[in-house]
């Protein structure tokens, strides 16, 4: 069994017109059809080769769906007739439709570590939780911050002082 425990539905789903055309070719209502269509692309999704629907036959796909199996045996005739099944018994296009994205996100994240080469953490300056974007230390923009913070903080001594020296 695979280790798959989902299957993609693609949009557009109770659209379709193949399947509606299916469905006609074989007598079956629209919703029997995409009862049986569904049931076939669980069976695809758990089969040892996935998209595979060996070891399906209408006599087990009528108990599952509790229809007759000369009708199933008509539903699968039409689903082949539409290019839905092929003759090796496997869902056309499965792997199409059911891709993984494993490969693309890791081709996704191995550029991205390549791109971005590893910076050393830069020592913030100012409050906590500044971005390590922060200037280095030597930068005369840190130089410049340093500087504003040292004349306000004298001017706030100076004004202590003051105010001291007036009320003693």
Same mark, same amino acid.
């Given at each position: 069994?695979?280790?798959?425990?989902?299957?993609?539905?693609?949009?557009?789903?109770?659209?379709?017109?193949?399947?509606?055309?299916?469905?006609?070719?074989?007598?079956?209502?629209?919703?029997?059809?995409?009862?049986?269509?569904?049931?076939?692309?669980?069976?695809?999704?758990?089969?040892?080769?996935?998209?595979?629907?060996?070891?399906?036959?209408?006599?087990?796909?009528?108990?599952?769906?509790?229809?007759?199996?000369?009708?199933?045996? *008509?539903?699968? $005739? &039409?689903?082949? #007739? %539409?290019?839905?099944?092929?003759?090796?018994?496997? !869902?056309?296009?499965?792997? /199409?439709?059911?891709?993984?994205?494993?490969?693309?996100?890791?081709?996704?994240?191995?550029?991205?570590?390549?791109?971005?080469?590893?910076?050393?953490?830069?020592?913030?300056?100012?409050?906590?939780?500044?971005?390590?974007?922060?200037?280095?230390?030597?930068?005369? *923009?840190?130089? $410049? &911050?340093?500087? #504003? %913070?040292?004349?306000?903080?004298?001017?706030?001594? !100076?004004?202590?002082?003051? /105010?001291?020296?007036?009320?003693?």
């Amino acid at each position: 069994m695979s280790r798959r425990k989902w299957f993609r539905v693609y949009h557009g789903l109770p659209d379709d017109v193949a399947l509606a055309v299916a469905a006609r070719q074989a007598g079956f209502s629209r919703a029997e059809m995409l009862a049986l269509w569904l049931t076939l692309l669980d069976h695809a999704s758990r089969h040892e080769q996935p998209g595979s629907l060996a070891g399906l036959d209408a006599d087990t796909l009528s108990l599952q769906l509790g229809l007759e199996a000369e009708r199933i045996a *008509a539903g699968l $005739a &039409a689903l082949k #007739a %539409r290019k839905r099944v092929d003759s090796h018994q496997r !869902i056309v296009g499965w792997d /199409r439709y059911q891709s993984s994205s494993t490969r693309r996100v890791r081709n996704l994240r191995a550029r991205r570590s390549s791109a971005a080469a590893p910076t050393p953490p830069v020592k913030a300056l100012g409050r906590p939780g500044t971005p390590s974007t922060a200037p280095t230390p030597d930068s005369p *923009a840190a130089i $410049a &911050a340093r500087r #504003a %913070r040292l004349q306000h903080n004298n001017r706030l001594i !100076i004004g202590a002082t003051a /105010r001291d020296n007036r009320h003693a």
